[in-house]
Each structure stands twice: as structure tokens, then as C-alpha cells.
């Protein structure tokens, strides 16, 4: 009997053919060629499998089983197909052969892998340009690349998978170590993977739900809070800025089996593609890790200059997103926070939103904002995280869980700021430490908390009128008091230390000027 392919076979697999592209071209770079290459390989890999079934069953009719193929959830051109590039690998225009390959593979599945607007996935990355180095350097790699993807640890047919969620898995792991090569880059495009768990299960989702993520990098929060449903009965919608982490997007749901999830590609706050008509889609749940405080993300001070280069001015949004007031342009935090808010169901919508602490406590405008959302009763919690769990930067960020469906006026406060392990490059947060939050959370959320501390020096449940009298600032300390009180100084004890010592140094002191009367010393 062949030995099934598990999870640590291919993700050690897939991470020995990055060596490949290792110490001469930067993470951030090479990630979307072996992450392209696998994708074209499991396509491939999947259709071998698939031909082979069709034949077994038309014995060996192959006209019948080509048509079969026809309707399979992928239709994969000849010189599309992994083993034809393979087959091509020492050819001088390689890098060419690849992007045709790409294009074919597109125009053969429009309806997967363009977009609305008719971008192709693939249209942001080129197997032929110069950032794989000069022509014979980069045809060595993309040679070995090939020759990397062709050994039986990566045979991705689904008869010789140990598991259904393997490729997906193998996505996910490639991701996450792109992510701490990628260092500060890498928070474009991932959100750590028991960051997105912790936010997933304090929005859980229930069967039937429409989930939603705004600004969904390469998919994997999104993908989370799909998989916290429990069944497949879900329909999940991304809306990603940067094309190239758009197509990491797309092709991470379709390997997961998420055909069906709408992605699209677009500036959220600018063009938000996510509609019913002229309106907004609304959804059941909304999660995201936005960029923190971003600046110029659609606020301008010259009009004039603004109606000549972009249309975009959120006084006027036609979609009345910030009817609370305009973040500043420097910061667009809450820009991003107003849009998740508008887009979810009146009466039942959830929001888990990670944040920079300055959202909980700044002035000015971002001040109303805030006051507004605590005034309309959607706030539920605020869940201080530890510093340095986020790939680019160590600074402590938030969770802001909102509900519109909400069953009391109080706010869960937890600080869990010193609950993590220590790593060597980035701190995690454990299964312990998640379950401690969601449990904390959940028994709030069903009114089994009362105000006031619920666990010392870790969570508080306030009332209105106590963040109403903290000018509604939610800095965590003004609710969770985690001040460690200093022992107490035994006077006494120290004075008769200091004495002790003082006979120590006079002792040591005679027994110099003695050896130095030995020596002559003056």
C-alpha cells in the first residue's frame, strides 16, 4: 500500500525548495513564486488524479474521460500542467514558458481566477523578471525550483494525502514562515496564527453566517473565523488592497476548498467592492487586522487637489460611513473600525477588530468617534494583548470586540498583557492563554458577569457611567488594576546592613594601609 503524505512531509518539503531563493532574493519577494508554483502543482496534481479516476470508470475511454474533465473545479491546459513545465525545465525561455502557462491557466477559469474588474490572479507576478536575478542565475532557479517541486513528498494528488486540510495547511504553514523571515513587511500580508484564533473564536459565527474580512491580506483570518462555524454551512468575503497578496488570497481559499469565497481587490476604505447593488453588503461577522494608524487613508485638506487626482473625500462618502465623525488623516484606525461597523446586520452584527492602543484612549476627532460607539451601546470588550506578538513591530495591540446585538450596557476590560510565552524573535500566545480570554469573554457576553473586578489584575467589567466618567477613554489600566504594591522597607534592617558593612569596609581598608607600609608604599 502507498504511504500517505502528511502535513509535516510536504510543509518540510515546501520549505527545503525555498532554499532555492534563499540568501539572494528577500522573503517578501520570492514568497509568491513558490507559493505560485504550489498552487500550480496541486491543480495539477489534483487533474492527474482526477484523469485517472474517469478513465478507470470509462475503461480506458480517453475522449470521455477528457470530457469529463471539462467539468472538473479546474480545467488545466496542457502546457499549464506542472509535468509539462517540468518536462521544460532546462529550456532557455523557462521563466516565458511559466508566465504562458499562468495566462492559459487563467483564461481557462475565468470565472475562479479573474476578478470582477477582469484582473487575473496571476497578473502581479512575472517568472521572467530580473528580480530572479540575471538570465542564467534566475533559469538555475526557477530549474531547481521545478526540480524541488517534483519529488514524492510532494505528490499533492488527494489518493496520496494523509488528510483533506493538507494543502491548506501546507499554504498556511509557508505563509506564516514567510511572515518571520519577512520581518516588518510581513504584517501586510499576515496576521499570526493564534492572533486570528483568539479573534475568530471571540466572534464565532454561527451556522448560515455571511463572514467578512475588509482588509483580508492573504486570507488566513478569514479562513479562521470560517472554520469556528463547526460545519460548512458559511459564505466568506475578503476585500485585500495589494494585488499581489489578493492572489495569495484567492489561491489560499481555493486550497482550503472555499471555491465559492468572494475576494476582491481594492482599497476598502477608497473603492469598497463588497456591495448589493448601490449599498454596502451587510454581513453576519466582520473581522480584520487593519493596518495600524495609517496615514493619508482617504482624508485630504486640499479639496481641489483631491477632486483632481481622486474622487474619494470621506465628508462626502456616499455610503455614510462616517457619519460619527472623520478620523484624522494621519491615523486611519477608525476609518477602518466605522466601515466594519456599517457593515454588519442591524440587531445581531459582530465586529473583532485588532488595534494599536492609541485607538482606546486618543483625543480629537478619533475622541467622538469613540464616544459615539460607547453612547450607541455596540462596544462589548477591549482585550489588551502582549507586546511583540505581531511580525514588523513590537508594540501591544488591542482586540475591540462591537455588537449590535448586545444584551447590557457594561464593557468586559481584560489585560492580558503579561499572559504569553517568551519567544526568541516573537512572543505567543498559547491554547491556555486563548481559552483564558474566551471564557472570560463568553460568560460576559451571557450576562454572567457582574460590574466590577472579575479576576484580579486580569479583567474588569465597567459600567457606562464609570467610562463615562473617564471621559470615555478606555485605556486598559483605568479598569484593570495590575499595580504590584513594593514590600515594604524594614528601616531597622537596613540601617544595622549599612553598619555591618561600614565595620566590613574599615576592616578591609586597615588591611590595605598595612600592606602597603609593607611595601613602602606612601
Known amino acids: 500500500m502507498t504511504k500517505k503524505i502528511t502535513q509535516k512531509d510536504i510543509n518540510d518539503a515546501v520549505w527545503k525548495a525555498c532554499d532555492t531563493f534563499r540568501g539572494s532574493i528577500d522573503p517578501s519577494v520570492y514568497k509568491d513564486y513558490v507559493l505560485t508554483m504550489l498552487f500550480i502543482k496541486y491543480l495539477s496534481d489534483v487533474h492527474d488524479d482526477k484523469y485517472e479516476e474517469y478513465l478507470k470508470k470509462y475503461t480506458g475511454d480517453t475522449e470521455r474521460a477528457k470530457r469529463a474533465m471539462q467539468h472538473e473545479r479546474f480545467v488545466v491546459p496542457a502546457n499549464s500542467h506542472y509535468k509539462f513545465l517540468f518536462e521544460h525545465r532546462n529550456e532557455a525561455n523557462i521563466g516565458e514558458l511559466i508566465n504562458i502557462a499562468l495566462t492559459d491557466l487563467e483564461e481557462a477559469n475565468r470565472e475562479k481566477l479573474y476578478s470582477e474588474d477582469g484582473a487575473g490572479i496571476f497578473q502581479n507576478i512575472d517568472f521572467n523578471s530580473s528580480k530572479l536575478g540575471e538570465p542564467k542565475d534566475k ?18 494528488r488527494p489518493s496520496r494525502l494523509g488528510g483533506a486540510d493538507i494543502i491548506g495547511g501546507a ?18 500580508f499576515f496576521t499570526p496564527g493564534e492572533v486570528s484564533t483568539l479573534v475568530a473564536k471571540l466572534t464565532k459565527s454561527a451556522p448560515g453566517s455571511r ?3 475588509p482588509t483580508c491580506g492573504s486570507g488566513s483570518l478569514l479562513i479562521k473565523a470560517g472554520l469556528e462555524v463547526g460545519s460548512n454551512n ?11 497578496t489578493w492572489a495569495l488570497a484567492v489561491m489560499n481559499m481555493f486550497l482550503h476548498g472555499f471555491d465559492n469565497a468572494t475576494i476582491r481587490w481594492g482599497d476598502t476604505i477608497r473603492n469598497p467592492k463588497l456591495k448589493e447593488g448601490d449599498a454596502l453588503m451587510k454581513f453576519d461577522t466582520v473581522v480584520a487586522n487593519p493596518p495600524f494608524s495609517l496615514d493619508k487613508w482617504g482624508k485630504v485638506d486640499d479639496k481641489e487637489e483631491n477632486k483632481a487626482s481622486d474622487s474619494f473625500d470621506p465628508e462626502t462618502d456616499k455610503f455614510m460611513r462616517f457619519w460619527r465623525g472623520i478620523p484624522p488623516k ?3 484606525d477608525w476609518a477602518f473600525i466605522s466601515h ?32 459615539k460607539t460607547i453612547e450607541e451601546n455596540i462596544l462589548e470588550a477591549v482585550i489588551g494583548l502582549p507586546a511583540n506578538l505581531f511580525f514588523g513591530t513590537g508594540i501591544p495591540a488591542a482586540i475591540l470586540v462591537f455588537n449590535k446585538g448586545k444584551i447590557n450596557n457594561n464593557v468586559l476590560f481584560i489585560d492580558s ?16 492563554h486563548i481559552s483564558h480570554i474566551v471564557e472570560t469573554y463568553r460568560k460576559f457576553n451571557e450576562s ?11 479583567s474588569y467589567v465597567a459600567t457606562f457611567e464609570e467610562i463615562k466618567e473617564n471621559d470615555f477613554n478606555l485605556n486598559i489600566p483605568r479598569y484593570v488594576d495590575t499595580f504590584e504594591e513594593e514590600a515594604e522597607v524594614d528601616i531597622k534592617a537596613v540601617q544595622q546592613e549599612i553598619e555591618k558593612l561600614d565595620a566590613e569596609l574599615k576592616t578591609v581598608q586597615a588591611e590595605m594601609e598595612k600592606y602597603l607600609k609593607e611595601l613602602d608604599v606612601e
Open 340 to 371: 466594519m461597523i456599517e457593515t454588519t446586520y442591524e440587531g445581531k452584527g459582530k465586529v473583532g477588530v485588532v488595534v494599536p492602543h492609541g485607538v482606546l484612549f486618543r483625543g480629537a476627532s478619533e475622541g467622538k468617534i469613540r464616544q
Open 139 to 156: 533559469n538555475t532557479r526557477l530549474r531547481n525550483l521545478l526540480l524541488d517541486f517534483n519529488k514524492d513528498e510532494l505528490d499533492l
Open 330 to 332: 494621519s491615523k486611519g
Open 234 to 244: 458559511f459564505s466568506l468575503f475578503g476585500q485585500e488592497a495589494n494585488g499581489s
Open 417 to 432: 498583557s503579561q499572559h504569553y510565552d517568551s519567544g526568541k524573535n516573537q512572543n505567543k500566545l498559547n491554547e491556555g
Open 211 to 213: 463572514i467578512c474580512d
Open 448 to 458: 454572567k458577569l457582574n460590574a466590577g473586578v472579575v479576576e484580579e489584575k486580569f
Open 171 to 188: 499554504y498556511e504553514f509557508l505563509i506564516s514562515n514567510f511572515a518571520s523571515d519577512a520581518g516588518k513587511k510581513a504584517g501586510e
